[in-house]
């Protein structure tokens, strides 16, 4: 959905340059059809199957989008209670949500159970105390799955594997019978599901398939011993092409889950966040400076590593792309912000044939992207524009600088 036409880079059927000099820069960028279309891969593996794709909404958690998937019946994936307020606020059914996390606190407990969630997907014995309590106090039940850690390795960054034993998710594997037994017995809760998530970005899905095997294992154990489950939950991790990897196929995937899963009574959750979102969005960014140098040479852009951390924080790579001609010749640059930082870089090495003024597109950027900005050097966060066909909508107005200090106080 992000092609060259006469030249020029396009979103759908609008020059990346009209956005530019219509909401400004550092802006990201979304294709409805892109994003639509990868949620429509996810449904239509679905198809014919009882599962659920809840959006992972922490990896872009824009209301527009939250709307968009909200609309194809997708439900979501939350992380927080401000992530529960987003998705309602969005429009998406309580019913259809799943919360997981490793630090819910009571009062987070009592909004989602208040909201009549789907579930939790607990992440230890003292949360299922907690949620136990809370459930209590409420005079209500809450249905509860368990996070189990396989102890499988992802084989991705390992800020962003959480299946191994030495990662603070989940329940290790071999107490998690246990755990269940002690749930059940718990009046206040509902033991309906087993979840795992292993990690993020994963370009193979050996690893996932491993975990699926050894949750199969568990789920049907524990209903030899009447503890049955409803529900099971994949969690996601499939990663996108950020360069030249070649991502999982997601019908492939779901299809080998549902082969295995077979015969057995469970509804199937899938709970995918970068593989919805990250394709569909770019940064749009602008040259302010060319500084060229005997070591190296600097593009200095007005995004910076507040935009978008992932260069700074996983020495993630993404494309970067002249949107226009400059009619000049190529060279060799580090793009970079304005921010004090030397981490503050978005690509390295990179060949372009730019000149100051010229806009870049960052690519790949639909995904933990916006939703990890930070005001970092009193910088505004970006605006977000959402393509559809040949229309576009400001999606989040570019914040403000009086904004960014309106809950301070001087000393009296
Ligand atoms: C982050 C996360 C996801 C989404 O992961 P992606 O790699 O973006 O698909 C799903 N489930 C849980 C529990 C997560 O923490």
């Not at 891969?41 to 198809?47: F, I, P, W």
């Not at 154990?221 to 360069?243: K, N, V």
């Not at 991502?247 to 015969?263: H, S, W």
């Amino acid at each position: 959905m992000f092609e060259f036409r006469n030249g020029s880079l396009h979103a759908e059927s609008v020059p990346l340059d009209a956005i530019a000099h219509e909401f400004g820069t550092p802006c990201y960028v979304y294709s409805r059809a892109a994003l639509e279309g990868a949620m429509a891969q996810y449904q239509s593996a679905c198809a014919g199957h009882d599962a659920l794709v809840c959006y992972a909404m922490k990896a872009n958690s824009n209301l527009a989008i939250l709307d968009l998937f909200a609309r194809t019946g997708a439900g979501f994936d939350i992380v927080s209670g401000g992530e529960l307020a987003r998705a309602i606020a969005a429009g998406a059914d309580p019913r259809k949500i799943i919360f997981s996390g490793v630090g819910k606190s009571a009062a987070e407990m009592r909004y989602a159970l208040q909201s009549d969630i789907l579930c939790f997907n607990v992440e230890s014995a003292a949360e299922l105390t907690r949620l136990a309590a809370v459930a209590d106090s409420m005079g209500r039940r809450a249905a509860v799955s368990i996070r189990v850690n396989p102890d499988v390795d992802a084989r991705t960054h390992p800020y962003i594997s959480t299946g191994l034993k030495e990662n603070k998710f989940g329940i290790e594997f071999d107490a998690a019978p246990e755990l269940y037994r002690t749930a059940s017995r718990m009046p206040q809760l509902e033991v309906v599901g087993m979840d795992c998530h292993i990690g993020s970005n994963l370009i193979e899905t050996a690893p996932l398939l491993e975990a699926l095997d050894k949750m199969l294992g568990l789920v049907d154990s524990l209903a030899g011993e009447g503890i049955g489950l409803r529900h099971l939950d994949r969690g996601g991790g499939l990663g996108i092409r950020y360069r030249d990897e070649t991502p999982p196929d997601v019908a492939a995937y779901l299809g080998e889950v549902f082969a295995r899963v077979g015969a057995r009574k469970l509804k199937l959750v899938f709970e995918p966040g970068r593989s919805l979102v990250g394709n569909a969005g770019v940064l749009l960014t602008r040259i302010e400076y060319l500084k060229p140098g005997a070591a190296r040479n600097f593009a200095v852009v007005d995004a910076a590593m507040n935009n978008l951390i992932r260069p700074a924080l996983y020495e993630a790579w993404h494309d970067i792309v002249a949107v226009g001609d400059s009619g000049v010749a190529q060279a060799v640059y580090d793009v970079v912000g304005p921010v004090c930082e030397s981490g503050d870089f978005l690509g390295k090495e990179r060949e372009l044939a730019v000149k100051e003024g010229a806009l870049l597109a960052v690519m790949s950027a639909g995904a933990y992207a916006m939703c990890m900005s930070s005001n970092y050097n009193s910088r505004p966060r970006a605006a977000e524009v959402m393509v559809d066909g040949e229309k576009m909508q400001l999606i989040r107005e570019r914040e403000r600088p009086e904004g960014l200090f309106a809950l301070e106080h001087l000393l009296r």
